[in-house]
């Protein structure tokens, strides 16, 4: 049951991440990507920013760590069509990383 508990957290996370989302997207946008498209796309870029060492990086004079938000967006692009999850249009895409980015400067995680 431990690992029942610390898994919930981490979920429940990510339905606050997924309902900001929804939210910051274009109107166009926001029925167009299913709750757990959605899910998948935040584990993506999770893995994007632990695999690519972005986030080990040295920060700028003003302690920011430079992320290339389109760079994440065709990430994830590639892998859905690698995962056979389907074909995603890049730009609708930013849109998502943008507002997880979003998400987590509200927080106060990202600066």
Known sequence: MKQEEDILPEY???EETIEFIKAYLPQELKAKFSDDELHYFIDL???YYIESGVLEGEPD???Y???DLEAVA???VAEAKKDE????DPEEILFVVQGEMEFGE???QVE
């Open 45 to 47: 870029i999770d893995e």
């Open 61 to 63: 004079a003003d302690g």
């Open 74 to 76: 065709n990430y994830i």
């Open 85 to 88: 999850m389907g074909e995603y």
């Open 106 to 108: 509200s927080l106060g």
């Open 65 to 67: 760590v430079e992320i």
């Open 12 to 14: 429940a996370d990510d």
